[in-house]
């Protein structure tokens, strides 16, 4: 399902299950040994979906070990993002001689709980979801913002291998054309020989899911934002 917001060239492998046949490396089942039953659950599918695009990729599979911040450490060569929520896992890996970085995200399309959105949201945000319910009603628009900030988060990390708060990014979503750009409010880091300055991704709604997803090709122009 998400390959569909995915370019040609990311390998994109996703489960509304956890398959029996799922298993870990040893060096992996150390990082979840004192796990509770659901995030091992999470864990391990979301390692099994990695591995199954690796193979496709023509890759041997590998462990995938996590960094400082708990994320992804792929094999030299790849780059890839790592999503789950209940019912669901997915995840996509490319070759880093195609693809920069790459971020990924899933949520259950309902309303966030009280108080979470005006936490994730800067004013100018609310401002546009707000209009966005009243013209397109029956997306949670809410979610979607905050599936596409992890997004961001995800695709920024490997880049620049500091922290971005929720308020460092300020996101507009497309309608028309069910894309979103995020416009950084910090320096970015340099990127195809520019600072970066935001991202582009795109988003859809499907079985009661908000997907978002953020590819930037490598050794391409810096992703330019969208006029509002």
Avoid: N
Avoid at 57 to 75: C, D, F, H, K, N
Avoid at 104 to 129: K, Q
């Amino acid at each position: 399902m998400i390959e569909s917001i995915l370019p040609a060239g990311v390998i994109a492998v996703d489960t509304f299950e956890d398959p029996p046949q799922a298993t870990l490396f040893p060096e992996e089942e150390f990082l979840v040994s004192k796990a509770v039953a659901k995030r091992r659950a999470e864990f391990t599918t979301g390692r099994w979906c990695a591995r199954q695009a690796m193979q496709r990729m023509g890759r041997r599979p590998a462990p995938i070990l996590v960094g400082p911040r708990g994320e992804p450490q792929w094999p030299d060569g790849l780059v890839g993002s790592i999503t789950h929520c209940a019912g669901y896992r997915a995840a996509v890996a490319a070759p880093a001689a195609h693809v920069s970085t790459v971020g990924i995200d899933a949520e259950p399309h309902e309303t966030m709980p009280d108080g979470v959105f005006e936490a994730v949201s800067l004013p100018e945000e609310r401002d546009r979801i707000m209009l966005l319910e009243r013209e397109h009603p029956g997306l949670h628009w809410d979610r979607m913002l905050f599936s596409a900030k992890e997004s961001v988060y995800k695709a920024w990390y490997p880049l620049a291998e500091r922290w971005l708060d929720f308020e460092d990014a300020s996101v507009t979503f497309h309608p028309g054309t069910a894309t979103f750009t995020a416009e950084l409010k910090v320096t970015g880091p340099r990127l195809h020989g520019r600072s970066l300055t935001g991202f582009s991704g795109r988003w859809l709604v499907e079985k009661d899911l908000v997907i978002t997803a953020i590819a930037v090709p490598a050794q391409a122009r810096q992703p330019t934002l969208s006029a509002r």
